[in-house]
């Protein structure tokens, strides 16, 4: 293993394997909601020629179920698995069934966000017909409270930051009857959602295979932004049960690298964050469920500033392709790594890269160099 101080490298995570876990359900679930459509796929040959190497892919997340973003797999997921245990009835019942008894029990929905997770667990409890009450952090733009709210959420300000906003929502739905708290953080006593959440996610990576054996390539490499680590997660649980295992690269904004301070410490550690443009990783915990698979299984670790994915966003746009900061980090990512001797090995001639495009274009302010 080595590091410095924007990158960490595990050599050891190469051969590293994990059983393959029957998700089937889960897809299922996923194509019987409405307006199910596997996402894009998007090949950038220009880029993988000035990379020199075989293959880029963009994994384009920008309009998932209507939503701007891959959350809604494991919010969705996440949710109907806490509805259906809370109320007794099979991982097999009916969606409507569940929405009907979630009503006459008059449950709601709880959540903290930093923008996407609470829109898609909002857009849940509406196709659910059930409330939902969101905790933002104080300094969340108004914007974004408004696209949450639109789903039909309320919003509750924090005092704090995205911690702070988990813990108020937390206490909130633990004295108020029938509120279930549906988040991606695991902690202390709070594993079994954030659980489902990462395996709802396994839906886009499933099309994602898909998707390249329609062009007859294998990924070598896929990279993945990192808010509190359930994508990532997810991420590693696939490609290490993969016949041909795939390397993973992480990326966070260089304000907010709670993974990657806690792989250089070798135990999970709490960051204080700064402000960035990739506003839905500015965490500054990595999920307790997601923490040891992470530990095991990434194979680099990587930040960036909010001005690179900003170039990545750009250059994106010319690519016909709309992301927002979170997505262009990938990008980001990958130019790093092309420039870094140390990750060389990460990519050759022969080489298939996936990037994971997590959000659709928002506005943002452009951040200078």
Known sequence: MSSNGSMYINANAATERLDDIDTSAIRNFHRALPNYAPTPLLALPELAHELG??????????????????????????????????????????????????????????????????????????????????????????????????????????????????????????????????????????????RWIVQGYSTMLKEIDEQLAQVEVEADLMVSPVGVGSLAH?????????????????????????????????????????????????????SMTAWADLHRLVDVAVTVSSYESHEAVDFLAGEHILTGPCGGASLAALRRFQAQPSTSSLLGEASVVVLLSTEG?????????
């Open 234 to 286: 997810a991420v590693v649980q696939h490609c290490k049960s993969r016949k041909k295992p795939v390397r993973v690269a992480t990326v966070e904004p260089d304000s907010a690298p709670c993974l990657l301070r806690s792989l250089q410490a070798g135990a999970p550690v709490t960051v204080k964050t700064n402000d960035t443009i990739m506003d839905g990783m500015n965490c500054g915990t990595v």
């Open 53 to 194: 190497i075989r293959a880029v892919f963009v994994k384009d997340e920008s309009n998932r179920f209507g939503l701007p973003s891959f959350k809604v797999l494991g919010a969705s997921w996440g949710c109907f698995c806490a509805l259906t245990r809370h109320l007794g009835l099979p991982a097999s019942a009916d969606l409507l069934d569940v929405s009907a008894k979630a009503v006459s029990r008059k449950l709601s929905l709880v959540a903290a966000t930093e923008g996407n997770h609470g829109r898609a667990v909002a857009f849940m409890a509406r196709v659910l017909r059930i409330p939902a009450r969101i905790h933002v952090p104080y300094s969340m733009n108004a914007q974004t409270r408004d696209l949450i709210a639109s789903e039909g959420a309320f919003i509750a300000r924090s005092r704090g930051d995205y911690d702070d906003a988990v813990s108020e929502a937390f206490s909130h739905a633990e004295e108020s009857s029938g509120a279930l708290f549906i988040q991606d953080t695991a902690f202390e006593g709070y594993t079994d959602v954030p």
């Open 361 to 369: 274009s928002r506005e943002y302010i452009a951040p200078s160099k």
